[in-house]
């Protein structure tokens, strides 16, 4: 299921939104598709030696401030044990690849 929109409350984010909705639909995962494919030690369009992650726990987000998603979103989705996987919307094949179970992007789980 794919859902759009934000929750409609003043400091909510549209991460919070998707982490908030996964949840309640008791969802498998979180899919952050965004203009870079993973998570990054830095900012790659800055850093030509930044490191992509394969994988994260929440936990090393939250303490690396990484700028997966806001701090709200990666605390509800620590909390319900609901994996977020980050990849690039703009990549025709990498959300199909996800999809098939193909490796792609960054898994933060627990």
């Known amino acids: ?3 759009g929109a934000g929750t409609g409350n003043p400091f909510f984010s549209t991460d919070t939104a998707a ?3 996964a949840s309640e639909i008791d969802a498998n995962v979180v899919i952050k598709a965004t203009k870079v494919d993973g998570v990054y ?3 790659p ?3 030509p030696d ?3 992650f394969d994988q994260l726990k929440y936990i090393e987000v939250l303490n690396r401030r990484l700028e997966v998603m806001d701090s709200t979103a990666v605390t509800l989705c620590m909390e319900n044990n609901l994996p977020i996987l980050v990849l690039n919307l ?3 094949q ?3 690849s996800a999809l098939k179970g193909d490796k792609v992007g960054t898994l933060v789980s627990a």
């Open 1 to 3: 299921m794919i859902f």
């Open 19 to 21: 982490a908030l909705r």
């Open 41 to 43: 030690d830095s900012d």
């Open 45 to 47: 369009k800055k850093n």
């Open 50 to 52: 930044a490191k992509q």
């Open 90 to 92: 703009w990549d025709s």
């Open 94 to 96: 990498a959300l199909m």
